[in-house]
T-cell receptor
Framework: SAVISQKPSRDICQRGTSLTIQCQVDSQVTMMFWYRQQPGQSLTLIATANQGSEATYESGFVIDKFPISRPNLTFSTLTVSNMSPEDSSIYLC???????????FGPGTRLTVL | AQKITQTQPGMFVQEKEAVTLDCTYDTSDPSYGLFWYKQPSSGEMIFLIYQGSYDQQNATEGRYSLNFQKARKSANLVISASQLGDSAMYFCAMRTYSNTGKLIFGQGTTLQVKP
């Protein structure tokens, strides 16, 4: 299994500001994934973060809004830029182990934008 | 298109009884994996069980078992001997080998266990 930590666990932010969320894994992994869960909704993949290359974004998500860094094999950050109330969500990072028969999630960052 | 469908928005079960949560999926990829997660009110996603498309037997993990019917494209979660702590949201998810690591989630089912 993998142990994943995220910082911050929650935050309340003003519209127009940016927040950077950190994800730390206790083992080296090739790919890290960032998901968003809007209130009362299911999870949606934002992007895949690979070490040493640009992140790959899913349809509807753009780098200017959600820039991602992946400086090494155990760490990644997701920034939510120029926030609006519609960005209020839980943001979760995820990693897979082995052949991705197990995929684990961090505890999530609960973001509220006023 | 790949899709996961959970048709039960909410379910009730009596403590100590078994409950089945439904999940159907759609994919044209012959290789895929199916996952179930539990999300309590705290928001964390707890991995419960995995079933690979080529696995011959249904997956089991403690009180959780996955009723995998490939021809019907269904992967229902069975929770035996329900406990009060099982009250949570449950998500079915799928990934295909052509999209390694990327999970597509269903809309979830809220399970409430009654004492």
């Amino acid at each position: 299994s993998a142990v994943i930590s995220q910082k911050p666990s929650r935050d309340i932010c003003q519209r127009g500001t940016s927040l950077t969320i950190q994800c730390q894994v206790d083992s080296q992994v090739t790919m890290m994934f960032w998901y968003r869960q809007q209130p009362g909704q299911s999870l949606t993949l934002i992007a895949t973060a690979n070490q040493g290359s640009e992140a790959t974004y899913e349809s509807g998500f753009v780098i200017d809004k959600f820039p991602i860094s992946r400086p090494n094999l155990t760490f990644s950050t997701l920034t939510v830029s120029n926030m609006s109330p519609e960005d209020s969500s839980i943001y979760l990072c995820s990693v897979g182990t082995g052949d991705y028969n197990e995929q684990f999630f961090g505890p999530g960052t609960r973001l509220t934008v006023l | 298109a790949q899709k996961i469908t959970q048709t039960q928005p909410g379910m009730f079960v009596q403590e100590k009884e078994a409950v089945t949560l439904d999940c159907t999926y759609d994919t044209s990829d012959p290789s895929y994996g199916l996952f179930w997660y539990k999300q309590p009110s705290s928001g964390e996603m707890i991995f419960l069980i995995y079933q690979g498309s080529y696995d011959q037997q249904n997956a089991t993990e403690g009180r959780y078992s996955l009723n995998f019917q490939k021809a019907r494209k269904s992967a229902n979660l069975v929770i035996s001997a329900s406990q009060l702590g099982d009250s949570a949201m449950y998500f079915c998810a799928m990934r295909t080998y052509s999209n390694t690591g990327k999970l597509i989630f269903g809309q979830g089912t809220t399970l409430q266990v009654k004492p």
